[in-house]
């Protein structure tokens, strides 16, 4: 099948986490992050057309691509930020799509940081939220990166807000709780995502 159900929410609000138990009943999970990265690889077409663009001095030692060097670039240059997008949606795309085609499980879960700020939540069959309040999100990034409370919060500010993701759910998880609700939430919410798909009966 290739009922797609796009999954996100703000920074340290367990997406992973969330995906991690999906993933444990053989939900085949696509991550969006991975694949920019991938379309970008040693070896592709994506790689290539960069090189051909801004030149040798965009690879690092090992022949991948310095990303530091190429945010660099697209911050100070609109056009070359203008490229680059036209560049590497259509390859995303086109690799998210294969993925969502290849997936042999009943329906499958696209992992995307940004499915509200970018527009794809427009593009798949289900929008899943996993939801924390603020001050949680806060407390759970600053824990797992070790990361200060000022560059966590420019982060969430430069996020979705909380009811902008809210209002384009389909499905929330409230993931305010411990790891056992978790579970639950999650387990009850394949069981929904089966009936769906007509994998189970209503
Ligand atoms: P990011 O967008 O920053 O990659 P994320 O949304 O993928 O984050 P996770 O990494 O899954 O979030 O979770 C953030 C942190 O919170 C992790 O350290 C995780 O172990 C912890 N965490 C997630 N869910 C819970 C929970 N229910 N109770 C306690 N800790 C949790």
Redesign the pocket.
């Known amino acids: 099948s290739n009922y797609v159900v796009g999954i996100s929410?703000?920074?340290?609000?367990?997406?992973?986490?969330?995906t991690n138990e999906f993933a444990k009943l053989d939900v085949d999970i696509i991550d969006a992050d991975v694949i920019a990265r991938d379309v970008v690889a040693p070896g592709t077409e994506g790689l290539r057309a960069i090189v051909a663009k801004f030149g040798s001095g965009i690879l690092d030692q090992g022949q991948c691509l310095n990303r530091r060097a190429l945010r660099e670039i697209i911050f100070s240059d609109e056009q070359a930020k203008t490229w680059l997008n036209a560049l590497l949606h259509p390859l995303i795309r086109q690799e998210t799509l294969r993925q969502t085609i290849e997936a042999t499980s009943a329906y499958c879960m696209l992992s995307v940081?940004l499915l509200v700020e970018n527009g794809s939540y427009k593009t798949v069959d289900r929008v899943l939220i996993?939801d924390v309040p603020e001050e949680m999100q806060l407390q759970?990034?600053m824990?797992?990166d070790k990361a200060d409370e000022t560059l966590i919060k420019s982060i969430m500010a430069s996020q979705a807000t909380r009811q902008q993701r809210l209002e384009v759910a389909d499905d929330v998880i409230d993931?305010s709780?411990?790891?056992i609700?978790?579970v639950k939430q999650v387990a009850n919410l394949h069981h929904s995502y089966l009936k769906y798909v007509g994998a189970i009966d209503q």
């Open positions: 929410g703000g920074i340290g609000s367990g997406k992973t986490t969330v940081p996993v759970r990034s824990a797992r993931n709780g411990n790891e609700a978790l």
